[in-house]
C-alpha cells in the first residue's frame, strides 16, 4: 500500500511538473514571443534527462520504451541543436543544402525546440499516467473481465517458422544482389539504392520475420525450458539475420532490427545485463553504426573522404557523425519546415490536414501492383517540398521525424496528439507484465520497442508501417504455431495429450 501511493505521488508529481512546462511554453509560443534557443535546449534536456534517469532508478535499463524515447529525443533533439549552434551551420539533407544558422534560422530553431518540448511532455504525461493507472488497476482487480483465449503452441512448427523466413529471407537478398548487376555493384551502390531498389524494397525487409520468428522461438523455449543457442535453428535464424541486417544497406536494420532485439531480449531473460555491460554495448552499438555508415555509405558519396579521415582522425569524424549523420539530422528539418511557415506568411505554407498519415496504408501494397502508390508520406513531401535538390531524380528523402510530421499537419496540436499516440503505443510495451504476456505479446514487445527510435525520427509511412507490418507477421506467426486449446469438458472424454506449455494470447 505504502509503496503503491508512493509510485502514485511520483507519478502525479512528474506529470504536474511536465503540464507546468507545456502550459507555460505553449502560451509563450502562441502569444507569439521569442523564446531563447539555448533556454529552450536546457529545458529539453532537464525533462529527457529525468525521464531517462527514472527509468534508471526503477527498472536499472534504459532500454525500456521510456528509455528509448528519452535516449532517441537527447541525441536527435538536444545534441543535434547544440551541435548547430556550436558550427553555426544546419543541413537537412546533404552538405550541399548547408546554411548558415542565421539569426532568422536561430528564430526557427527556437520555435522548432518549443515543439519537441511540447510532444516530449505529452508523451511523458500519458506515459506515465497510462501505466500507473494500469498498475494501480491490476493492484485492485483480482480478476480480469475480460476471459483470455488459451492456445497451445507447437515446438515443431514454431522452429519450422525461424527456418522458413530464414530461408525466404536469404533467398529475397540473392535476388537483391542479382537484380541490381552483382555483388560488385550492389555493394558500391549501398549509399543510393533509389534506383535498383525501385519496386523491390519490400525484399530489403525480409530480415523482419526471421527477427520475428527468431525471438518468439527464443521466449518459447526459455519459458519451457528447452536449450536456447543449443539449437541449430536459432543459430540458423540468427546468422541468417545478422546477414541480413547487416547487408541491407542502412544502419537502422543493423542496429534496430538486429542488434537492439537481442540485447533486449537479454534484458527480459531471467538474467538481464548489468547497467555497465548495458552502457558499454551501447557504445559499442554507437561506434559500428558510425563506421558502418562511413564506410559503406557515406564513403559512396565523396569518392571515400570520409574513409581517409576516419583513418587520420578516427575519434574526431566519430563526434561529428555521432550527431552530424544522415540518421541524426532530423532537428534541422524541423528547422527548415519553420523557417518555410516563417517565410509564408502571406498564406503560402499549406497543412497537410492528414494526408501523410492517410498514405500509410498504400505501404503495404507492392508499387508493381499499384502503378499510382503514394511516393510515400511525411518524409517524402517534407523533402520534395523543401529540400527539393536532395530530394531529385533519385527520389532521396530527409527524415521530418514525428514532431515534424505532427506539425506539417495540423500545427501545434498535430504535435501533443503524435506525442500522446506515440506514448500510448510505447505504454503497450512495457515489462511490468512481461512474466505474465504470452508468446505474441511477449514477442511483440521485444520487437517493437527498437522501433520507437524510427517511428520518432522518421514518418509514419516508414515506422508506423513497419511496427504494423512486424505486429501482423508476429500475429500469423503465432496463429499457424498454436491451436486453441479445448474446453476441459470435451478434452476430458479423450486421452491425454502430451504436455506441452501453454501460452496465454
Request: charged share 10%; net charge positive.
Amino acid at each position: 500500500m505504502v509503496e503503491s501511493l508512493r509510485y502514485n505521488a511520483a507519478v502525479l508529481y512528474g506529470v504536474g511538473f511536465l503540464v507546468a512546462i507545456v502550459l507555460a511554453v505553449g502560451t509563450v509560443s502562441v502569444l507569439g514571443q521569442n523564446v531563447s534557443y539555448p533556454t529552450m535546449i536546457g529545458l529539453l534536456a532537464i525533462v529527457l534527462v529525468a525521464a531517462l534517469v527514472r527509468e534508471l532508478v526503477v527498472f536499472r535499463d534504459p532500454l525500456t520504451p521510456a528509455g528509448i524515447v528519452a535516449a532517441s529525443g537527447l541525441l536527435l533533439f538536444v545534441l543535434r541543436p547544440l551541435t548547430v549552434m556550436t558550427t553555426q551551420v544546419t543541413s537537412p539533407g546533404a552538405k550541399a543544402d548547408s546554411q548558415d544558422f542565421s539569426s532568422t534560422l536561430v528564430l526557427a530553431g527556437s520555435a522548432a525546440l518549443v515543439q519537441c518540448l511540447i510532444f516530449f511532455c505529452v508523451f511523458f504525461v500519458v506515459y506515465y499516467a497510462v501505466t500507473g493507472i494500469r498498475q494501480r488497476t491490476e493492484m485492485t482487480l483480482t480478476v480480469s473481465p475480460f476471459p483470455k483465449v488459451k492456445r497451445e503452441v507447437n515446438p515443431a512448427l514454431l522452429q519450422a517458422a525461424v527456418v522458413a523466413s530464414s530461408v525466404v529471407a536469404l533467398g529475397a537478398l540473392g535476388y537483391i544482389i542479382l537484380s541490381s548487376g552483382g555483388p560488385v555493384v550492389y555493394f558500391s551502390g549501398l549509399a543510393s539504392r533509389s534506383e535498383f531498389l525501385s519496386g523491390k524494397s519490400f525484399f530489403v525487409l525480409g530480415y523482419v520475420p526471421v527477427q520475428v520468428a527468431l525471438v518468439a522461438n527464443v521466449i518459447y523455449r526459455r519459458k519451457a525450458g528447452l536449450p536456447i543457442w543449443y539449437n541449430w535453428v536459432n543459430l540458423f535464424g540468427l546468422g541468417t539475420l545478422i546477414l541480413c541486417g547487416s547487408l541491407a544497406g542502412g544502419r537502422g536494420p543493423l542496429v534496430i532490427g538486429v542488434l537492439l532485439p537481442l540485447i533486449i531480449l537479454k534484458q527480459v531473460g531471467p538474467k538481464p545485463l548489468r547497467l555497465r555491460t548495458i552502457a558499454a554495448l551501447v557504445v559499442v552499438l554507437m561506434v559500428v553504426s558510425i563506421f558502418y555508415s562511413v564506410i559503406v555509405r557515406n564513403s559512396n558519396f565523396d569518392q571515400g573522404r570520409s574513409l581517409d579521415q576516419l583513418t587520420t582522425d578516427p575519434v574526431g569524424v566519430l563526434l561529428e557523425q555521432l550527431t552530424s549523420g544522415a540518421e541524426t539530422r532530423p532537428f534541422d528539418s524541423l528547422i527548415r519546415l519553420n523557417e518555410a511557415e516563417a517565410e509564408s506568411q502571406g498564406g503560402a505554407f499549406e497543412f497537410q490536414n492528414g494526408a501523410t498519415y492517410a498514405a500509410v496504408p498504400a505501404w503495404f501494397i507492392p508499387r508493381a501492383l499499384w502503378e499510382g502508390k503514394p511516393s510515400g508520406g511525411g518524409n517524402t513531401w517534407f523533402t520534395s517540398t523543401y529540400v527539393p535538390r536532395f530530394y531529385g531524380e533519385q527520389k532521396v528523402e530527409t527524415s521530418l521525424s514525428a514532431i515534424g510530421e505532427g506539425y506539417g499537419n495540423f500545427g501545434l496540436p498535430g504535435v501533443a496528439l503524435a506525442g500522446g499516440v506515440i506514448a500510448l503505443i510505447a505504454s503497450a510495451l512495457t515489462r511490468g507484465r512481461f512474466a505474465r504476456k504470452g508468446l505474441f505479446g511477449a514477442t511483440i514487445t521485444v520487437s517493437l520497442t527498437p522501433i520507437l527510435f524510427s517511428v520518432l525520427r522518421g514518418d509514419a509511412y516508414q515506422g508506423g508501417s513497419l511496427m504494423i507490418a512486424t505486429v501482423l507477421i508476429a500475429g500469423v506467426i503465432y496463429l499457424v504455431a498454436s491451436h486453441p486449446i479445448r474446453p476441459p469438458k470435451e478434452a476430458a472424454t479423450e486421452k491425454p495429450a502430451p504436455s506441452k506449455v501453454s501460452v496465454l494470447r
